[in-house]
């Protein structure tokens, strides 16, 4: 099993629509979590921390649910320049040379279209 | 304004050649990572550097070396090109282990 699973899509959707993005992770000891965007030929981005309470940045809001190991990430009011791929991001817990890496999902593409 | 830049942005080798791709940021970041991709593997973790003369082991470290002698630079090494290289190379740094990573453009290598 992969550690960060997610949907590759593609997602295509109208400008306006709300969408959706789900992502996994199989290890409980993941601490840290984000949600990356990378434009196509181009490095990922950082788009937003998750934080266990929620989080909100404009049209983007971001969901942890530990117990059930998922992340999501909700667009509303999609604008053509969100066409991009998301990627779910995970960090684990613990001492030593496992802490502070990354893992990142294979990613999910979106296209929005007029 | 710090930043963080990787050279060169295109690479063209030939198989068996000795390849070293340069990452350097100026924020004064600990923590240094260098990741591949590639379609249909998403990012994959080859090295990474928590401080001056730490490196450490990704998922893919075979046929890659780096070394860290300074804060400020984490170069790649491709020991001997195979095309299996064939690869897209990010060089990324953070500030902490809890923050994200910020990540240089990118070098596009080839090996033919």
């Known amino acids: 099993r992969k550690e960060v699973e997610q949907d590759p899509g593609p997602f295509n959707v109208p400008e306006g629509a709300t969408v959706a993005f789900n992502c996994t992770y199989s290890n409980s000891a993941s601490q840290s979590f984000f949600w990356y965007r990378q434009d196509c030929r181009k490095e990922p981005k950082l788009l937003m921390s998750v934080y266990s309470s929620g989080n909100e940045d404009g049209r983007f809001t971001a969901q942890l649910n530990r117990a059930s190991q998922y992340i999501s990430l909700l667009i509303r009011d999609s604008k053509l320049s969100d066409s991009a791929t998301y990627l779910c991001?995970?960090?684990?817990?613990?001492?030593?040379?496992?802490?502070?890496?990354?893992?990142f999902g294979q990613g999910t593409i979106l296209t929005v279209h007029p | 304004d710090a930043e963080i830049t990787q050279s060169p942005r295109h690479k063209i080798t030939e198989t068996g050649r000795q390849v070293t791709l340069a990452c350097h940021q100026t924020?004064?970041?600990?923590?240094m990572f260098w990741y591949r991709q590639d379609l249909g593997h998403g990012l994959r973790l080859i090295h990474y550097s928590y401080g001056v003369q730490d490196t450490n082991k990704g998922e893919v470290s075979d046929g890659y070396s780096v070394s860290r002698s300074n804060t400020e630079d984490l170069p790649l090494t491709l020991e001997s090109a195979a095309s299996s290289q064939t690869s897209v190379y990010f060089c990324?740094?953070?500030?902490?282990?809890?923050?994200?990573?910020?990540f240089g453009s990118g070098t596009r290598l080839t090996v033919v």
């Open positions: 990324a740094s953070s500030k902490d282990r809890n923050y994200g990573y910020t």
């Open positions: 991001v995970v960090n684990l817990k613990g001492g030593g040379t496992s802490y502070g890496k990354l893992t």
């Open positions: 924020w004064n970041h600990n923590n």
